[in-house]
């Protein structure tokens, strides 16, 4: 049974950071492109990030660049996400997913699998 499990998410002031973790199992983990994406109140999912199985590629959705990093530990099963100079629109809840396919990385139907999602809120 695959199972992607989020933490770090919590409440904080505009201009402060966090870091996001997701950790898998029952995944073979250093085959699967890892995406965040996020979703607010009454929006879509909308594509964050995305890091290639390798490691070897990320990409940004423009709102974030400069501001989050994606990471990956294959011998940890884990990917983070580190999240700098939030800012209130950054609120949502942060989900990563696995993309087994190798294709279309930044829509949210191309992935396999999702975790629960962990819930940002940064206050202004």
């Known amino acids: 049974q695959v199972q992607l499990v989020e933490s770090g998410g919590g409440l904080v002031q505009a201009g402060g950071s966090l870091r996001l973790s997701c950790t898998t199992s029952?995944?073979?983990?250093?085959?699967?492109?890892m995406g965040w994406f996020r979703q607010a109140p009454g929006k879509e999912r909308e594509f964050v990030v995305f890091i290639t199985w390798n490691g070897g590629s990320t990409y940004y959705a423009d709102a974030v660049l400069g501001r989050f990093t994606i990471s990956r530990d294959n011998a940890k099963n884990t990917v983070y996400l580190q999240m700098n100079s939030l800012t209130p629109e950054d609120t949502a809840v942060y989900y990563c997913?696995?993309?087994?396919?190798?294709?279309?990385?930044?829509?949210?139907?191309?992935?396999?699998?999702w975790g629960q999602g962990t819930q940002v809120t940064v206050s202004s």
């Open positions: 997913g696995a993309n087994l396919a190798r294709r279309d990385y930044t829509s949210p139907w191309a992935y396999h699998y």
């Open positions: 029952g995944l073979i983990f250093s085959s699967a492109t």
